[in-house]
């Protein structure tokens, strides 16, 4: 499975990817997430806890998963790879480049889906990946550009 989702922010670089990268705050300004915390701090990341909610008309489906996060601060790239929850194995990196009127903003989900004899792949290309993944990670990046382009 491999989801691309993507979109324009009207911000420096710096600032945008100061909103992407401080996990911890999305809470606070993305209505969908339900809450981000850190259970090891290092550096340049560590393993971070998310959960968020997946909406379907009036009812919420509550997500989580736990991911070894890694911030690459000259090439403003954000990394993580969950390592706990249905999602365990993928790869997600978020992709910040300058352009014209501002940054460029990627989000590129990777994985072979979950260890379910047969049926793995299929759920991660037919309903993982383009019915939650897409759906949290569109609402996730319209939120940092909201974020990013208030200053």
């Known amino acids: 499975m491999r989801a691309v989702d993507e979109i324009q922010v009207a911000a420096p670089i710096q600032r945008v990817f100061e909103v992407a990268s401080s996990v911890e705050r999305w809470p606070d300004f993305l209505e969908h997430y339900r809450w981000v915390r850190f259970l090891e701090r290092r550096a340049q990341g560590g393993v971070v806890e998310m959960s968020a909610w997946r909406r379907f008309g009036f009812l919420d489906w509550p997500t989580w998963w736990v991911s070894e996060m890694s911030l690459h601060l000259e090439t403003h790239r954000i990394r ?31 994985w072979t889906g979950p260890g379910w004899p ?34």
């Open 80 to 110: 993580f790879r969950h390592i706990r929850g249905i999602t365990a194995g993928m790869d997600v990196e978020w992709r910040l480049d300058t352009v014209a009127g501002g940054v460029g903003v990627e989000i590129v989900h990777e």
């Open 118 to 151: 047969l049926i793995g792949g299929l759920a991660a290309d037919v309903v993982i990946g383009p019915v939650f993944i897409h759906h949290i990670a569109s609402r996730t990046l319209a939120g940092v550009k909201r974020r990013a382009e208030l200053t």
